[in-house]
């Protein structure tokens, strides 16, 4: 299971930091993503973080979101800086390896 948390209301330029815990898998060795979808978008993958740390990102998002993950606390967790509206979207975790999603949480940019 795959829960996520973090969402929120903020203006363009903010920052603003998701978590997702997992229960019921070995975490360590899963392959972790932040997925979003827009109102009337296809989902996408915004980053991935593999088992061992190795990132990736999607263009419109590199250099201002990180990915990462703590092990011992089964989390994997998307810090997003410089938010701008077009990152208004419904944001979800996954774990790649099993392909178990977890629920949305709502980020919203606007001022």
């Not at 088992?51 to 990102?57: D, F, R």
């Not at 509206?85 to 606007?110: F, H, M, R």
């Amino acid at each position: 299971q795959l829960q996520a948390s973090g969402e929120g209301l903020v203006q363009p330029g903010g920052s603003l930091r998701l978590s997702c815990a997992a229960s019921g898998i070995i975490f360590s060795i899963n392959v972790m993503g932040w997925y979003r979808q827009a109102p009337g978008k296809q989902r996408e993958l915004v980053a991935a973080i593999t088992s061992g740390g190795s990132t990736n990102y999607a263009d419109s998002v590199n250099g201002r979101f990180t990915i990462s993950r703590d092990n011992a606390k089964n989390t994997v967790y998307l810090q997003m800086n410089s938010l701008n509206p077009e990152d208004t979207a419904v944001y979800y975790c996954k774990s790649l390896t099993i392909n178990s999603w977890g629920q949305g949480t709502q980020v919203t940019v606007s001022s």
